[in-house]
């Protein structure tokens, strides 16, 4: 294809991402890390490399794309609704809110669609399923307001993890996270600065080389359970960031 209305030189895997928005990003690198990707008829192996307006670009073996994200609200989301506050269970793919310079569908303005105004009082990744509270104006916002700051909210998640691993049968994984330097996607197990994370886990059953893990986490950091595992030799099956690339029609098993 032929790069068009570009404001600016753009680098090579945003001009990849906006043309192809349901490769996802970690398939992009792989492609261009693989020498797929020819620019003007040479190879270019760098991700930050510009892109100008006329240049012509090829692909070689593109990638699957993953399943696009729903763009309508589905009422089988909903697990109550209950007068101010509505309890969605968001599907996996899906983000929790928008992002800034991208129309990708989010659940927040799905529901703020199909409910009116609401407010989201708390996220999950886009791979991520689970329980997402959003509430309507009233007094239950001071109410959960109170609750997330002072930590009465209990959070649980569900983890399936490859094993054998060194996770023992129960415990606190207590380590530091900062940004990867070299990777802007991801964070990083830190000995020095960081945030402190911590999180409590109980291994729940085991069959056929996986594990089932139930995790508390006690602090909210980015990426916290999925790095927090993958530190421990149990990386999160489907996990594109953290584990062994999993097929492009694996979801996060979180």
Known sequence: ??????????????????????????????????????????????????????????????????????????????????????????????????????????????????????VLFHRLDRDTSGIVLLTRPGEINKVLDAAFKSHTILKEYLAVVASPNRLAPEGIIDVSLGPDPARRDRM??????????????????????RQRVRLWPQTGRTHQLRLHLAHLGAPILGDRLYGPRPREDQRLLL
Do not use: H, M
């Open 1 to 118: 294809f032929i790069a068009r209305n570009l404001a600016k030189p753009t680098r090579l895997d945003r001009v990849l991402r906006d043309q192809f928005p349901l490769w996802g990003r970690q398939a992009v690198q792989r492609l261009i890390t693989a020498g797929k990707v020819q620019l003007n008829g040479r190879v270019v192996w760098l991700a930050s490399w510009e892109v100008q307006n006329g240049d012509r670009l090829q692909i070689a073996a593109p990638p699957a794309p993953k399943t696009a994200p729903p763009a309508k609200f589905d009422d089988a989301w909903v697990i109550a609704e209950e007068e101010e506050l509505i309890a969605i269970n968001k599907p996996a793919g899906l983000l929790s809110e928008p992002k800034r310079f991208s129309r990708t569908p989010n659940l927040l303005e799905l529901a703020i669609a199909r409910f009116g105004p609401l």
């Open 188 to 209: 990083t197990v830190v000995e020095r600065g960081g945030q402190r994370a911590v999180t409590r886990y109980c291994v729940e059953s085991e069959a056929n080389g």
